[in-house]
């Protein structure tokens, strides 16, 4: 089952503008990823945020966690054309790190 | 940079055909999984690997095996290929330790049965 929920679904913005997305899940979590998918192709791993982590930055992405409201964000800066794609969030519920629940992504284009 | 390559891009198999998707890893990862995506249901687990002839069962195993015979390689097998079968198949790998965490994907394969 889809843990889980991306937001928005869709988001168009112009080349140069922030890009923000959210992710909320329902169960406690040991830790949650991000991932980007390019048209047709394979995923790939973007970050990952611990339980015990707020706020963690690589390049220009950075992605917040809130435990308490069970959501995190995703946050380009200084968004790309090439930063088209879509962006799924991922978690491992705590206690049980066998399983990886996804969402079902927010596709992201970034108009040039 | 590891590497997770699967052997076709794009397949077409008719229905009741024995159908095999290969993945290969070249970075010595315990860890192989095969997902399908399909659009409103997004990734979901078919199997996973965790080591040499060692699998378990994800959340669609119906219809599907898979094999795993050496370390880098890991096959799925689609004994008799239905149309509900159509879909885009995912595989990936991980580092022993990390479970879960960190997957690197393969490019996926877009296997039509018609």
């Known amino acids: 089952s889809q843990q889980g929920e991306e937001d928005p679904q869709a988001l168009s913005i112009q080349e140069g503008e922030n890009a923000t997305m959210n992710c909320s899940y329902k169960t406690s979590i040991n830790n949650l990823q991000w991932y980007r998918q390019n048209s047709g192709r394979g995923l790939v791993h973007l970050i990952l945020?611990?339980?015990n982590e707020r706020e963690k930055h690589s390049g220009r992405l950075r992605v917040t966690l809130d435990t308490s409201k069970k959501s995190s964000s995703l946050l380009i800066t200084a968004s790309r054309a090439a930063d088209t794609a879509s962006y799924f969030c991922?978690?491992?519920?705590?206690?049980?790190?066998?399983?990886?629940?996804w969402g079902l992504g927010t596709s992201l284009g970034v108009n040039p | 940079d590891v590497k997770v390559t699967q052997s076709s891009r794009y397949l077409v198999k008719r229905t009741g055909e024995k159908v095999f998707l290969e993945c290969v890893q070249d970075?010595?990862?315990?860890?192989m999984f095969w997902y399908r995506q399909d659009p409103g249901l997004g990734l979901r687990l078919i199997y996973f690997?965790?080591?040499?002839?060692?699998?378990e069962k994800g959340d669609i195993p119906e219809g599907y095996s898979v094999s795993r015979e050496k370390k880098e390689r890991f096959s799925l097998i689609l004994e008799s290929a239905s149309t509900n079968q159509t879909s885009m198949y995912l595989c990936a790998s991980s580092l022993g330790g990390q479970g879960y965490e960190k997957l690197f994907f393969g490019s996926g394969t877009q296997l039509s049965v018609l």
């Open positions: 970075m010595d990862h315990e860890n």
């Open positions: 945020i611990r339980s």
């Open positions: 690997s965790y080591d040499v002839k060692m699998k």
């Open positions: 991922a978690t491992i519920n705590a206690g049980n790190n066998r399983k990886l629940i």
